[in-house]
Structure formats: C-alpha cells, structure tokens
C-alpha cells in the first residue's frame, strides 16, 4: 500500500512524518511505501491514505478521494501510531 | 552529517523573545551571515506558518521551521536557537528552533534521520529541550 505524508512544502515536516510512518509500520509488521510531498502535489497523486497537519488535511479532505488523517506532532510516535492504526482498522 | 551542518557557531541562546515571528528570525541569523540562505527565505519560513499552520512543531517544545527548498537557499545549512523561556508559535509552546535551509527535496534526509533518531530517546528529547547550548550540540553531533 502506498501512504503520503503531506506538508506545504513537501521537503522538511513531511520527511520527518515519512520516517515516523515507516517506523510504526514496521513495529506493527505492516509493509508500506511512504512518500512525502507537497499539498498541491498530493492532491493530484493516487494513494491509499494521506497523513498530514489539522490544517492541510481539512484542505486535503475535500480533494483526495482516499482517506485523510490529520496529525498534530509529526515526530511524536504515540499519536502518529493511533493514526497509523486508525487507517489499519478502517482497511 | 548533523556535525557538518550545525557547528556551533550556528548555536544561539537567549532567554525570551517576543514573539515566535522574531525567533525565527532570530534563529536564522547565523545562515544570513554566513550566505547560507537570503531574506527571502526568513520570510518565507515565517509566511508558511501563517498560511499552513505550525505543523513546523514537530514534538512539544521543538519547532522545525524551513520554507520552499531552494528559493532564497545558497547551500544546505542548519542553525539552532535555544530559548529558556517557551515561545508561543500558534498555540504551541516552543524552546527550540531548528532552521532548515533545505537546498533540494533530499540533500538532508540524513541529517533529518539523525535528529528522529536521537529524540526517539525520552532522555534525548528531555535533555533536548532543556538542556544547555553544549548539551544540544553534544547530543545532536557527538
């Protein structure tokens, strides 16, 4: 499965969030690929489900047709694990 | 590579400033000076904040700010501002800024590893947001 991880600028926030992704997937023995990226970017690139800010992801919602999860600290590993979780339970 | 590009001389501390706008600015002096980035991209650290919100705070206390890669960046550069008393950034509080002058989409994914990787440690982190400009520097570089 693919997974985006969106910030406004795709360099800096969703690299972080990239690693933070790929690390709670591993703890939970699930294979994924993660791509950071850009908003306007990630609006056009088909993905199973796209982790970014509260801020982007009202922004995202309505414009990606996968489902969206809005995560406040990118680097913290409990809360990007619930959202990683969230999307596992919801597959 | 976090050793190359933060030596101290790009490490800042002080006690309060007055708004996180100035800590930014503040934050990014070293890489003005040094002709690692322009004013453009001080501005446009601050004018992403405002637009995307501040995702740039990546854990409690530890704000990341960088703008578009490459517009206003010369060369791949990071500097450190080390505040005793929190910033407000949107609802945040926030005691360090770590300024990202990021030259292209990946040149510093090494340097972004090693920085998730030592805050994973909960004594990391801690030591991290609380600690002194050497402790920071020991602890990202050493």
């Known amino acids: 499965m693919k997974l985006l991880a969106v910030c406004g600028f795709g360099v800096g926030s969703s690299m972080v969030l990239k690693m933070s992704i790929e690390k709670a997937c591993k703890e939970r023995g699930v294979e994924c690929e993660v791509e950071n990226t850009d908003v306007s970017s990630a609006k056009g690139t088909d993905a199973d489900a796209v982790f970014t800010s509260f801020e982007l992801g009202e922004e995202l919602k309505s414009s990606v047709k996968c489902p969206v999860f809005s995560i406040k600290r990118y680097m913290d590993k409990a809360e990007v694990g619930q959202a990683v979780d969230a999307f596992l339970e919801q597959r | 590579m976090l050793a190359e590009l933060l030596p101290k001389s790009h490490i800042q501390e002080i006690k309060s400033v007055a708004s996180w706008e100035k800590a930014i600015e503040l934050a990014s002096e070293p890489l003005l000076k040094f002709g690692f980035i322009e004013e ?103």
Request: no cysteine; aromatic share 6%; glycine share 8%.
């Open chain 2, 40 to 142: 453009t991209y001080v501005k446009n650290m601050i004018k992403s904040v405002e637009q995307n919100g501040p995702y740039i705070v990546l854990m409690d206390y530890f704000a990341l700010p960088h703008a578009e890669a490459g517009n206003g960046v010369n060369r791949l550069g990071m500097a450190l501002l080390k505040l005793t008393e929190p910033v407000d950034l949107k609802g945040n509080p926030v005691t360090v800024l770590l300024v990202l002058a990021a030259e292209d989409a990946d040149s510093h994914i090494g340097a972004l590893r090693e920085i998730s990787q030592v805050l994973a440690d909960e004594d990391n982190y801690q030591q991290f947001i609380n600690g002194s400009i050497d402790d920071i520097h020991q602890l990202l570089t050493g």
